[in-house]
């Protein structure tokens, strides 16, 4: 599945801004949907945070004026590199999610957005394991991404996207149950809220 637009988003930023910017008007425009998976978090300048699967920083930028420790991974150097001139106060690796460079339980916070649904079930799973690892304990993932429309007006619109710009697993991860997929690592994960009628949950996972 998907289009010749989704390799086009990837190489021209200012398509990929303008096609996130239009998805985020669902729940209030990009800045709202950047804050989303962060909302109620204490983090604190001392704080260290990874933006997992960080892209080109498009929520590294919010996590900067958060933390004065934020580190951007992302496996694309062409990513890291647009993420380094976007927001150049952050540290970034280059580095799979699945193996990331970093000792136990050195993050605080670890944070993602809309990155897992690009992942087939079992790397995703090993991703949660390594994300589980580097979290000190009572640290908190937070993620944001799609979820089976609750309210059935948003299915056409989600659905069109979906095959416009994703893969098998973005509807793979529609049928898919994350909180429980967390909670087999170890992690403690309350019910995801859900915005856009459903169509996006955020969870926030906490390592105990």
Known sequence: MATFLRPLSYRYQWLYDAISGAAALSVGGEKRFRHLALQGLAIQPESRVLDLCCGSGQTTQFLVSLSNHVTGLDASPRSLERAKNNVPEADYVEAWAEEMPFAESYFDWVHTSVAMHEMQPKQR????????????????????????PTNPV??????????????????????????AQLQQVGFQTPEPKLYAGGSLQVIQAQKV
Do not use: C, N
């Open 125 to 148: 799973q090993q991703i949660f394991q390594e994300v589980y690892r580097v979290l000190k304990p009572g640290g908190v993932f937070a993620l944001i991404d799609f979820h089976r």
């Open 154 to 179: 948003m299915w056409p619109g989600l659905a069109l996207f979906l095959w416009l710009f994703e893969t098998e697993t973005a509807w793979e991860l529609l049928q898919s149950d994350l909180p």
